[in-house]
């Protein structure tokens, strides 16, 4: 549909907690035109999630997809999900510390702990139940996400500001490549 803006970090309404989506509004042509802007400012941004705060649209809606993305090469593939209103649950309380960026917060990257397991529910656009339990680094890109919806940014987790800098000296390999 749209490639929309990507709000940055001091922009206001990036600090609120969005509101549910409604549950008589799954399948509707607003949501569809909605997730059809997200995902087309995800790609054009090479980014690995995108929550709607992020184009200016205060509800719980996030995407997330990584398949050969050059900014996270190496990773392990998460397939493209649409998760609307997630609950996230922890399965066990180990964290790991790993880099993170956002589109929210360009040529920047930091480190940041999250749990390494954890159960994801929600619903997908058609208002179908999601339950996934998932690791790694696909753990890791939920949580940032979900973050999004209650008014967090990565630099707002992060407890070592000595691991927070700009890409291209931290990574320059991955100087040219677009941010999350």
């Known amino acids: 549909m ?38 087309d400012s995800m790609k054009a941004a090479t980014g690995a999630g995108l929550a709607a705060p992020q184009i200016g649209e205060n509800v719980r809606v996030v995407i997330f997809e990584v398949i050969n993305n050059a900014r996270y090469p190496n990773r392990e593939p998460i397939p493209y999900t649409v998760l609307i209103n997630p609950q996230l649950a922890p399965t066990s309380k180990e964290t790991d510390l790993d880099w993170e960026g956002c589109l929210s917060v360009p040529g920047m990257r930091g480190q940041v702990a999250r749990y390494t397991t954890l159960r994801y529910t ?10 996934r339990t998932v690791s790694g ?6 949580q940032h996400e979900v973050d999004h919806l209650d008014g967090v940014l ?20 991955l100087v040219g490549v677009e941010e999350d």
């Open 2 to 39: 749209a490639i929309r803006p990507i709000l940055k970090m001091g922009t206001p309404s990036l600090f609120e907690k969005s509101v549910p989506w409604p549950a008589n509004k799954f399948d509707s042509p607003e949501l569809h035109a909605l997730l059809a802007d997200m995902k």
């Open 122 to 131: 929600g619903f997908d656009q058609f208002g179908k139940p999601i339950n």
């Open 137 to 142: 680094f696909h753990a890791r890109v939920v």
């Open 154 to 173: 990565y630099p707002m987790r992060m407890t070592d500001m000595t691991k927070f800098g700009y890409t291209e000296v931290l990574f320059p390999e």
